[in-house]
């Protein structure tokens, strides 16, 4: 079962002024970001919430796992590709965080080290991970095109698709919550992930809306804003339904 992503009318005319719309407040634009965000974020996806009822078979998380694991590689790529786009040291600083966040500082920690640790935990080697050996199609399209949209958006697009991470904090507590509930042969270790995401999460959301509610002063730029965070929940969407197919398949199988 495909399922769609929910619709959304927030993207909506400026009021109209007679030197022509005029843009929102950042207060505006701000409310409208992060009602967007609420309203398109995957967590909303019926694999999020099956996954957080407890309702997955192992199997079905082991695919999760293995697939989204092609999205956290590919995390530090996308913030190597804005990093590029940003014109102060300041900035820079500030953004390489994010790739150090991932790739670590050794090959001992870091957001990737901690998913291969999370695969191990429900069943998959390393080696299966690391060569993406049970990548779905559907997944590294969706996950490429975000990559390729980082690529070739303007600096404002590109870390405004990332203001999915205002979401990302609510998401990785539910699931440090309902895993040690409804998946008690996965070990606390394992979901060492998730709790390192709620504070980067909240860190990250936070700058990323300040630079957005600087940089979109004009209707065109507001709308791009928009439009990019409209993008990413898409592409967070569109990976769920690849997995989400997959869990079908078996199903009928069955």
């Known amino acids: 079962m495909t399922t769609t992503a929910p619709d959304t009318t ?5 009021r109209a002024t007679e030197d022509g719309p005029a843009p929102w407040t950042a207060d505006e634009l701000e409310r409208r970001l992060r009602e967007l965000a609420v309203s398109r974020y995957h967590d909303r996806h019926t694999f999020n919430q099956r996954m957080h009822e407890g309702q997955l078979t192992p199997a079905e998380l082991r695919t999760w796992v293995a697939n989204r694991f092609y999205y956290q590689c590919n995390i530090p790529i996308k913030d190597a590709l804005i990093l590029s786009k940003l014109h102060l040291p300041a900035q820079r600083r500030s953004w390489l965080r994010r790739i150090q966040d991932h790739d670590g500082h050794t090959d001992q920690d870091g957001g990737i080290e901690r998913w291969l640790q999370l695969g191990e935990a429900v069943g998959l ?17 969706a996950v490429d ?22 979401c990302a904090p609510s998401i990785m507590l539910t699931r440090l919550e309902t895993f040690p509930l409804h998946y008690l042969w996965i070990k606390s270790a394992g979901l060492s992930y998730f709790r390192g995401r709620v504070p980067q999460g909240r860190r990250d959301g936070s700058e990323a809306l300040g630079w957005v509610r600087t940089w979109a002063t004009t209707c065109e730029q507001q709308h791009q804003a928009l439009a990019a965070l409209s993008f990413k ?3 967070l969407w569109s990976l769920l339904d690849s997995v989400q197919g997959v869990a079908d398949q078996d199903h009928r199988h069955a």
Do not use: I, K, M, W
């Not at 080697?125 to 399209?141: I, K, W, Y």
């Open 10 to 14: 927030l993207v909506a005319r400026h």
């Open 125 to 141: 080697r390393r080696d299966e991970l690391l060569d993406h050996q049970h990548l779905l199609p559907g997944v590294r399209l």
């Open 145 to 166: 095109g975000y990559v390729n949209f980082c690529r070739n958006a303007n600096v404002l697009e590109a870390v405004a698709s990332s203001l999915t991470e205002l």
């Open 233 to 235: 929940c898409d592409v």
